[in-house]
Every structure is written in C-alpha cells, then in structure tokens.
C-alpha cells in the first residue's frame, strides 16, 4: 500500500533526535509522504526547513487560529510573500481556521478571511482547522466563492456538516478519532461519506489512536486509521488505501 500522511506536525520538538528512526519505520509500514503544516510565522523557517520532497517531506505555511494573537498585518503579508515564492515541497496554504474552544470566534474570523483570499488568488490549497466551528468555515468559505482545494483536517462532527463541506469540494481528514469506538457521531460520518472524499492522517504527536498514549502519536500509526477506516466501511484495506492515495494526490496538486 501506498500512504501519505496528509497533516503531521513533524517539526514539533517531539519528533527531535527520533525523525530519521520515525520516516524508516513508517515508511517500512506504507507511508511514502508527509504534510507539515506551519502554525505561527516563528515556525515556518523551522517548518521550510525540514521539507525535503525526495524524502518525502513536503509542507504548508499558515496562521493557526490559536496564534492570532501574537501575528499582526505585516505577517500576512510576508506569507503571501513566501507561498508566492513556491520554494521546493511547498504544496499549501495551512493550518489556519476558526477553534470555537479555544478562544473568541469573532478575533478568529478576519485571520481565516484574509488567508482564505490569500490561497484563492495564489490557487493554493487550504488546510483548515475546525473545532467546533464547522457551520461557520462553511459559511465563510461559501461567501468568500471558495472554488479551490482544501482539506478540513483532524474532522470531528456529524454527517450533515461533512457533506456540507464535501458539497463545497473540501476533502476531510480522517485520523485517529475514528480508531475509538466512542466516536460514534465522527465514525458515522466517515462511513457515510464517499471514499472519493476522505484523507489520511495522523495530526501528529496529537490525536492518538486507540492504543497509542495521548502526545506519542506518529506517522507510524497511519496504518492503524486505514485499517480502522476499512474496517468501518466494510472493504478490503487495499482499495480503501488505493482511493485514499489518489485522494490525497488530488488535494496537494501531486496530481
């Protein structure tokens, strides 16, 4: 089979000292590829630097909204500056979005606004976070005449708000959470919506699987969600991760 982690945080502190054992042993399970996303403009030298597409390591730069607050204007405009360049192994725009949990929406909005227009006109893809917020990056992406690529990533709602960002051509991202059996609400989701539309990762050291201690997460694991999400839709895991592969290849332009 082939896998691509569609958003791992490798950079993080975490995978230090260990990377180099990490990509062997998943590679040795499937992965061929991982999505770095960038968080915050103090990262993204850290994040340009890790991206090496012969091995596999390919990345995003973006202002996630648990950061917003210590970006101002000016860092905008040096990310539409570097998404302009298109260096080596940079395949989007990401993570940015809107955290209903973590801190006022209303704060939120103008960052995911005004990095929505900046993919748009770069024709980039988007990586989105979406906690809690589902109907509102909906919202937004439609009123914005979103036309491009994007992924919701780390996906955990109900069916309906799925397929209303399905029907707007989001890919959803499938990781871990659909591993535990008290997901009910995300597993029926996922096992609803068509294959086409679903993408592989692990969110990397978060969003553990069932069986993987909370912050020890690891590209290593993406076999358990395939396998998991085969399971879950009743065929054979090889045709799931065929689909999934294709899918994946589509969302970054690799195809």
Not at 92 to 118: K, M, V
Request: proline fraction near 4%.
């Amino acid at each position: 089979m082939q896998l691509v982690d569609a958003h791992c945080h490798f950079d993080f502190p975490e995978f230090d000292g260990v990377r180099d054992q990490i990509l062997d042993t998943a590679r040795a399970r499937g992965v061929e590829a991982l999505v770095v996303p960038g968080v915050r403009r103090v990262d993204w030298d850290r994040v340009e630097a890790l991206a090496s597409p012969a091995r596999g390591l390919w990345y995003c730069l973006g202002i996630h909204p648990w950061f917003v607050g210590e970006h101002s204007e000016q860092d905008l405009v040096v990310l539409e500056a570097r998404l302009s360049a298109r260096l080596e192994g940079c395949v989007g725009l990401g993570e940015c979005g809107l955290d209903a949990h973590h801190s006022d929406l209303a704060a939120q909005l103008p960052w995911f606004q005004a990095q929505i227009d900046i993919a748009a006109k770069l024709a980039l893809p988007l990586v989105i976070h979406s906690v809690r917020s589902h109907d509102q990056v909906h919202g937004l992406l439609r009123s914005s005449g979103w036309s491009g690529r994007a992924l919701v990533h780390g996906f955990s709602g109900s069916y309906q708000q799925a397929r209303k960002l399905v029907d707007l051509g989001c890919f959803i991202g499938v990781g871990g959470v659909i591993t535990h059996e008290r997901a009910r609400k995300t597993r029926d989701a996922i096992a609803r919506l068509p294959l086409e539309a679903l993408v592989l990762e692990t969110d990397a050291p978060d969003m553990s699987p069932a069986g993987v201690a909370k912050g020890q997460n690891s590209p290593v694991y993406l076999l358990n969600v395939v396998q998991a999400l085969a399971e879950l839709r009743g065929g054979p895991v090889e045709a799931v991760a065929e689909t999934l592969y294709d899918n994946v290849q589509r969302l970054y332009g690799w195809r």
